[in-house]
């Protein structure tokens, strides 16, 4: 019933900037919690940044003052601006539709296909 659908990934040069963008088709968009995540090759799947309906954000440390996550619920949209990307920024990024529960983010089944993102030494 709920679909995710990233876009905006590519190749780019260190030093660079990309903006992701999610679209969340379904009835639980502007109650929802949402975040980025990424996966690097032999890496385990960490989160990058959420932001709930109210627009209370968290960055994961290796992105704070890079990225910036914003979401537009008049279209159903979450975004990822990323700057000053790094080739450490490697991997495929993914959007989850979560649940803010007992201050902290839970994420749901809800994940995009994700969107492959290279940064360039």
């Known amino acids: 019933q709920v679909q995710v659908v990233e876009s905006g990934g590519g190749l780019v040069q260190t030093g660079g900037s990309l903006r992701l963008s999610c679209v969340v088709l379904?009835?639980?968009?502007?109650?929802?919690?949402l975040g980025w995540f990424r996966q690097a090759p032999g890496k385990q799947r960490e989160m990058v940044a959420f932001?709930?309906?109210?627009?209370?954000?968290g960055y994961n440390d290796s992105v704070k003052g890079r990225f910036t996550i914003s979401r537009d619920n008049s279209k159903n949209t979450l975004y990822l601006q990323m700057n000053n990307l790094k080739p450490e920024d490697t991997a495929i990024y993914y959007c989850?539709?979560?649940?803010?529960?007992?201050?902290?983010?839970?994420?749901?089944?809800?994940w995009g296909q994700g969107t492959q993102v290279t940064v360039s030494s």
């Open positions: 379904g009835s639980t968009f502007k109650s929802n919690t």
């Open positions: 932001s709930t309906f109210h627009n209370r954000h």
């Open positions: 989850n539709v979560g649940r803010w529960e007992d201050g902290g983010y839970f994420p749901t089944n809800f």
